[in-house]
């Protein structure tokens, strides 16, 4: 169990802390944490095959890790969204999950979620929804199962619907992403996009980003979301609609289906003006933007001292260090990575 004096909030000891906006007046309120570089699968978007994983030292501790959280709850984040990696690997990870939904209890956060790839949810979803959890992300770019192992490299697509079936068992709502990649799975979107609607599960497309080498050319890869767009709107009535979960998706109803479709576009139209969210690494690297290479140690704070005052300290000085928008361009910078880590570093 997370040790109990690791798991107070900061404002229970004095004044409410001050939200966290930026230079841009941007309140951060939406924190990504990646509790893990590691993962079961090598997707051919996010890894190179053989990948050299953080040593374990390096890594926060679930206790940091539930510190850390629970300083940004005290900034005003209303929305915590762990990830990996695939963070179900993390060993005892579900202590974390119990830990955090205190914040929900009391109200201090609106929402605890994670992205997966699926493959253990079969074996947590039940335990994800005791803790509070009430939607995930499920990143699934193929229903075909030769297909899923070619762009997984490992996975096995029984597993991932067995645990889809499982978290929708457990009254979880589920949602999809699917990395839109040319030649790989375009042909394939409306049929995914159909299944998942007939399951009651929104679905959300993405560009492929130009993060760390993973023994790809990403101009073969990117496929433009417009041009997905465009090719959807010939088959089906796409109706844009105000409907925000938070996150940088901005989505459509389809007529002909009843469900949702979102599109998340950091190449094509990124909405950076309105970023309210920063993500930090399982080794408390915060990064301000997913797309910058600006960063700001709290793994030192954090450790110097069980008060949080340095680690608070730390926030202020990072936040206002947000750039106004990142500088995602795969056709100007070729098959290069705009960014060298790993999306599986920064937390997918």
């Avoid at 609106?110 to 699926?118: M, P, V």
Wanted: hydrophobic share 40%; with cysteine; proline share 4%.
């Amino acid at each position: 169990m997370l040790s109990p004096d690791l798991s107070f909030d900061a404002a229970q000891f004095g004044a409410p802390r001050r939200p966290l906006v930026d230079s841009f007046a941007r309140a951060v309120t939406y924190l990504r944490v990646s509790v893990t570089d590691r993962c079961d699968f090598r997707c051919v978007y996010c890894m190179a095959e053989h990948m050299t994983f953080l040593p374990k030292p390096e890594l926060l501790t679930l206790e940091e890790l539930d510190r850390l959280c629970s300083a940004f709850v005290a900034r005003g984040v209303k929305k915590l969204r762990l990830t990996g990696g695939e963070p179900l690997v993390r060993r005892d990870v579900m202590t974390l999950f119990r830990s955090l939904g205190r914040h929900l209890e009391t109200g201090a956060l609106e929402e605890l979620t994670l992205t997966t790839n699926g493959s253990q949810l079969a074996r947590f979803a039940a335990d994800l929804k005791a803790c509070g959890v009430e939607r995930i992300n499920v990143s699934l770019d193929t229903l075909d199962p030769d297909r899923f192992r070619a762009l997984t490299r490992w996975g096995d697509l029984n597993k991932v619907l067995a645990g889809i079936d499982a978290a929708q068992a457990a009254g979880l709502k589920v949602k999809l992403n699917a990395v839109a990649l040319r030649g790989e799975n375009e042909d394939e979107l409306p049929a995914l996009i159909e299944w998942a609607h007939g399951r009651g599960m929104d679905v959300s497309l993405i560009e492929v980003m130009p993060l760390g080498e993973t023994g790809a050319d990403r101009m073969d890869q990117y496929l433009p979301l417009s041009a997905v767009r465009a090719s959807l709107a010939r088959h089906w009535t796409l109706e844009d609609i105000a409907y925000r979960t938070g996150g940088p998706a901005r989505y459509v109803r389809i007529a002909e289906t009843g469900g949702r479709l979102g599109f998340i576009t950091p190449l094509t139209h990124n909405f950076c003006e309105g970023c309210n969210r920063v993500r930090v690494t399982c080794t408390g690297t915060l990064y301000m933007c997913l797309g910058q290479e600006d960063a700001a140690d709290l793994r030192a704070p954090l450790r110097a001292s069980e008060s949080d005052e340095a680690l608070h300290a730390a926030l202020d000085d990072a936040i206002l260090r947000k750039p106004k928008g990142h500088d995602f361009v795969i056709e100007r910078r070729g098959s290069a990575p705009a960014v060298r880590r790993h999306m599986s570093v920064t937390g997918g």
